[in-house]
């Protein structure tokens, strides 16, 4: 199949992706909001003491997410949770450590209560199903650039196969969200991505990190009466990821996980970008947002398909 054909056909399956059920800002003016500087060293992350990672968060909703009553600390709504365990997307890269379940599952709830997103327990019954898929996203590589050491040739891009276009998309939509990954691969089509690209400084900074490898996390969360009826009713879904570069990931998953909290279930009109420290040794400070609970909010389930 030509790979122009390919582009098209990946574009079309995006814009019409019905697992997603989230909409973005398309034809509006993007604002940034929140975009932090990114602390410049010329010590390579895993050799610096105290290192910072760029982090980008994006919360998108459905239709139906939108008519919900906004969800605060007084006003707050109970979830089950469900958890995916590690996932390796792209190309696998031997030796990750996830980071330790009981740590990992405190820093989502903590993070999840910032916001007034609780545990059910017996006197709250869940409203909502979060299910958390998290883990690695790392690019596929052409025959003729193995490591991925060019990076995006934003003069004369050349179409890669479609594995890599469909790769690429994915990791798009993961940091700047639908809108932008089907903008992003519309350029390519077009052979625009250098003007695309250098239409903005924060839109170059989302395209450069579209070709690097990322830890992830991604929250979504369904309506709880129609998952009983094995119906999956989208209200929301919050990613987060990073450059995986000089990190670890049994560090950086709960740190991504703690950085977000201010952003599950709230919208963000365009990504968002902190710059945060990363913690090391697996130690992962949840300060005044520490839950203590009696209840376990995760179930044992398969993701959803």
């Not at 122009?4 to 940034?32: E, N």
């Not at 602390?39 to 610096?48: E, K, L, V």
């Not at 409203?127 to 025959?143: A, D, E, P, Y």
């Not at 004369?156 to 196969?161: G, S, V, Y």
């Amino acid at each position: 199949m030509n790979q122009m054909r390919v582009i098209a056909w990946i574009l079309c399956f995006i814009s019409s992706d019905i697992h997603a059920q989230v909409t973005g800002t398309a034809g509006s003016k993007q604002q940034y909001p929140v975009w932090e500087k990114s602390a410049f060293s010329f010590i390579p992350r895993s050799f610096q003491r105290d290192p910072k990672a760029d982090v980008v968060i994006l919360t998108e909703f459905s239709a139906l997410g939108r008519k919900l009553p906004k969800v605060t600390p007084s006003n707050p709504v109970y979830y089950v949770a469900g958890d995916s365990g590690m996932k390796e997307e792209g190309e696998v890269i031997a030796g990750e450590t996830p980071p330790k379940d009981a740590v990992l599952k405190k820093a989502m709830v903590s993070s999840l209560k910032t916001n007034g997103y609780l545990p059910y327990d017996a006197k709250h019954p869940p409203s909502l199903v979060i299910f958390f898929r998290w883990g690695s996203f790392n690019q596929k590589h052409s025959i003729d650039d193995p490591m991925g050491v060019n990076g995006p040739d934003l003069s004369n891009p050349t179409p890669p196969d479609p594995i890599e276009i469909m790769d690429l998309a994915e990791r798009a939509a993961l940091i700047g969200g639908q809108d932008f990954a089907l903008k992003l691969l519309k350029s390519i089509q077009h052979n625009t991505l250098d003007n695309f690209a250098n239409s903005d400084e924060h839109i170059r900074w989302l395209v450069d990190e579209c070709y690097t490898n990322r830890y992830f996390i991604i929250a979504s969360a369904y309506d709880y009466e129609n998952a009983l009826k094995k119906k999956k009713v989208l209200f929301w879904r919050t990613k987060i990821s990073t450059n995986s570069l000089g990190l670890t990931m049994d560090d950086s998953i709960p740190a991504l996980t703690i950085n977000a909290g201010p952003f599950f279930g709230r919208e963000t009109l365009s990504p968002v970008k902190l710059n945060r420290p990363v913690i090391k040794e697996g130690h992962v400070d949840i300060g005044s947002a520490t839950v203590i609970q009696d209840s376990d909010p995760f179930i044992k389930t398969a993701s959803p398909k």
